[in-house]
């Protein structure tokens, strides 16, 4: 079975001050894993993902994520917070070589980013 | 349309009236999700449906609840005897055959009174 944790419920941070979101998973085969962010009454949006290559992966409204895989980890960073940044995230995963697509997520980390 | 629809956005029930919910995913998607998420809560994995294999159904929460996907494409999540409890965002969600992401609608938000 996959699962996604995500160990914060909510992380603070000053504006242009640099955020990390924590992320770890588990699965049997290779994880394809992504992030998605959800602002106030709206839907979820698809930030980025890592399926392979570079453990490095740039994503949208300049969010980066490392993927790690001795530490099952894949973080969500950004070098420079902006209060418009506040939102909730969303790590997922989803193990193709482990039988079936199906995508699981995390308990969501609530962001707060401060003047 | 371009994106992943659902309807209705909102919808207001009375305790133990059915309701349906509809989801039209993006065309071609094989992969169709749902997921319901209650109030400051994360994502509740529901049902998921992959081309013509048998639904994982693992997530319902109880026989109240039941989904069907006519033709490979349009779904429709059905509650029952709907209890407050069941009061949440419903998200349906679609994605292509492989290693990408999936692509949600903006949800329908039930609120059972």
């Known amino acids: 079975a996959q699962s996604v944790a995500q160990p914060e419920d909510q992380v603070n941070v000053a504006e242009g001050n640099p955020l990390t979101v924590k992320c770890t998973y588990s699965v049997s085969g290779n994880p394809y894993l992504f992030w998605y962010v959800q602002y106030p009454n709206r839907g979820l949006q698809f930030l980025l993902k890592?399926?392979?290559?570079?453990?490095l992966v740039k994503g949208s409204y300049g969010f980066e994520a490392e993927f790690n895989k001795s530490q099952t980890s894949f973080h969500l960073k950004k070098p420079s917070a902006l209060v418009s940044d506040s939102a909730l995230y969303f790590c997922a995963v989803r193990d193709l070589t482990g039988g079936g697509n199906k995508l699981t997520f995390g308990t969501g980390t609530q962001l707060k980013v401060e003047l | 349309g371009a994106g992943v629809s659902q309807s209705p956005s909102n919808k207001v029930t009375e305790k133990g009236k059915d309701v349906e919910l509809r989801c039209d995913p993006i065309s071609g998607h094989t992969a169709l999700y749902w997921y319901r998420q209650s109030l400051g809560q994360g994502l509740e994995f529901l049902i998921y449906?992959?081309?013509?294999?048998?639904?994982?159904k693992s997530g319902l929460p109880s026989d109240r609840f039941s989904a069907e996907r006519t033709g490979g494409s349009v779904s429709t999540l059905t509650i029952q005897r709907t209890q407050q409890e069941d009061s949440a965002v419903y998200l349906c969600?679609?994605?292509?055959?492989?290693?990408?992401?999936?692509?949600f609608g903006q949800g329908t938000r039930l609120t059972v009174v």
């Open positions: 969600a679609s994605s292509p055959a492989g290693r990408t992401e999936a692509f």
């Open positions: 890592y399926i392979t290559g570079d453990n």
């Open positions: 449906f992959q081309g013509n294999s048998a639904p994982d």
